[in-house]
């Protein structure tokens, strides 16, 4: 199967999208959004992400499910709940575009309704990564308020980033990438319309060569509603 460049660039949209969307997915469950070492124990490390708060000392982990959603920051609560919908907007964008993409062929589906399909993805993939860049970007502002506040005594440990925000930076790079791309491919493909399509009904001749290297016609049958 030969791809135009309009395929070539749904595929390429799927593929950031997906690589995206498990990014996403990953950077959710990692505890590492938070990071603090203490300067008395530099072998004891606090990590804190959506989900719980772990202790590693000297390489054994121990993590603690909060227990409660409200007892959680506000940037932390958000984040939660922000996170969860760009699974969901992410994964219902690969199902819608990939439905519309030049390599699903369904005779019944036609190329206007995949051409919708496919904006309808992209669209979605791109409100996905504004999903997942604002509750990262957030917990990374708030910690950096944190770092510097005055208030705090410079003796206290101060949160710094984890490598979950940075995996959650590219992950909604790759869904923005992935999301305009298969908007750019929606938008061409005017001329992919079919030519049996864009043809209209043609009368049939009155009398046609039956073999070009035999001089015999054939006559097609007239119509008996047709009166001379």
């Known amino acids: 199967m030969a791809w135009s460049f309009h395929g070539k660039a749904q595929l390429g949209g799927l593929l950031l999208s997906l690589f995206g969307w498990v990014c996403s997915c990953v950077t959710t469950i990692l505890p590492q959004w938070k990071t603090l070492n203490l300067e008395l124990n530099e072998m004891e490390t606090w990590i804190m992400g959506l989900w719980e708060v772990c202790v590693n000392q000297e390489e054994v982990a121990v993590c603690k499910a909060f227990e409660s959603f409200l007892s959680l920051p506000q940037e932390l609560q958000v984040s939660r709940i922000l996170m969860v919908a760009s699974h969901?907007?992410?994964?219902?964008g690969l199902l819608l575009s990939g439905c519309g993409s030049e390599c699903f062929q369904f005779h019944r589906i036609?190329?206007?309704?995949?051409?919708?399909?496919?904006?309808?993805?992209?669209?979605?993939?791109?409100?996905?990564s504004a999903t997942t860049l604002f509750p990262v970007s957030w917990v990374a502002y708030a910690t950096i308020q944190d770092f510097w506040d005055n208030s705090i005594p410079e003796i206290v440990p101060r949160w710094e980033f984890g490598d979950?925000?940075?995996?959650?930076?590219?992950?909604?790079?790759?869904?923005?990438?992935?999301?305009?791309?298969?908007?750019?491919?929606?938008c061409l493909g005017k001329e992919d319309v079919p030519s049996l399509q864009m043809a209209g009904p043609r009368a049939p001749p009155f009398c046609a060569p039956a073999n070009e290297s035999n001089d015999s016609f054939y006559l097609t049958p007239r119509p008996r509603n047709l009166f001379i």
Not at 88 to 92: K, N, P
């Open 164 to 186: 979950a925000l940075y995996l959650g930076w590219a992950a909604g790079i790759f869904l923005a990438l992935g999301g305009l791309l298969l908007i750019f491919s929606a």
């Open 88 to 92: 969901g907007l992410g994964l219902l």
């Open 110 to 128: 036609r190329w206007v309704f995949k051409r919708r399909l496919c904006l309808l993805g992209g669209t979605l993939e791109t409100s996905a």
